[in-house]
């Protein structure tokens, strides 16, 4: 059973282009969550996605920044006009639904550069 | 106020030593409680879960205390590859499955 997968590991974007992130959750798990880690600090949470739908985003920024989990496929993160204040480590989750105790498993991370 | 607080440390010591962190949740209602472990640059990784009853595993203890709704993690012997980021994590009460992260401890164990 492969583990969350995202790609790329690493981005790099000049100022202005759009940055793409996916993420492949594990096997059976329908929850999906973004988090983002700026150097030297803790996870911020951005939203929170099951299959088509937006659950949460009270993390993200109300501007440049989107989400989605369609039916089929992986998890997109997208970031519009990127800013070198966008550069960080960007982590996904997944999750399985319903039962107590339910951790997340965490992908890699996509490590994005603005230059 | 935030949903989880952690003291961000670092907490430096020697090994062997014993060392304990404490977190703190703003939402009584909460269930599910964890901690993680990160590595510099690394993806975070479920240490153990916390249970009512408090778990061991190993030289790695946990406790709930649901009154003053705080979490502890204890740390026994401290090893050189103990040093990491220690995440403190609480799950929502609600159908969303929402998880809540510290920000975040750090531990560096000194030879």
């Known amino acids: 059973n492969a583990g969350v997968m995202q790609n790329p590991r690493h981005l790099v974007r000049r100022r202005g282009q759009e940055a793409r992130l996916r993420c492949s959750p594990m096997?059976?798990?329908?929850?999906v969550y973004w988090y983002r880690q700026l150097p030297e600090e803790g996870l911020k949470f951005m939203v929170y996605?099951?299959?088509?739908?937006?659950?949460?985003e009270s993390g993200m920024p109300k501007e440049r920044f989107s989400a989605e989990f369609p039916k089929e496929g992986p998890s997109i993160l997208r970031i519009q006009q990127v800013v070198r204040g966008d550069s960080a480590a960007y982590f996904c989750?997944?999750?399985?639904?319903?039962?107590?105790?339910?951790?997340?498993?965490f992908g890699p991370g996509t490590r994005l550069t603005v230059l | 106020r935030k949903e989880v607080e952690q003291d961000p440390g670092p907490f430096n010591v020697p090994e062997g030593a014993t060392v304990a962190f404490n977190c703190t949740y703003s939402n009584s209602a909460s269930q599910s409680f964890f901690w993680y472990r990160q590595d510099c640059r690394k993806e975070p990784k479920l240490l153990m879960s916390v249970y009512s009853s408090g778990n061991e595993d190993g030289r790695f203890t946990a406790q709930l205390n649901r009154a003053s709704q705080y979490i502890s993690l204890l740390i026994r012997d401290s090893k050189l590859s103990d040093s990491a980021t220690y995440l403190c994590?609480?799950?929502?009460?609600?159908?969303?499955?929402?998880?809540?992260f510290g920000s975040g401890t750090k531990l560096n164990v000194k030879p």
């Open positions: 994590v609480v799950k929502g009460t609600n159908n969303f499955n929402k998880f809540y």
């Open positions: 096997k059976g798990h329908s929850h």
């Open positions: 996605l099951q299959k088509e739908n937006i659950i949460d």
């Open positions: 989750a997944s999750s399985p639904t319903g039962v107590d105790y339910n951790e997340q498993f």
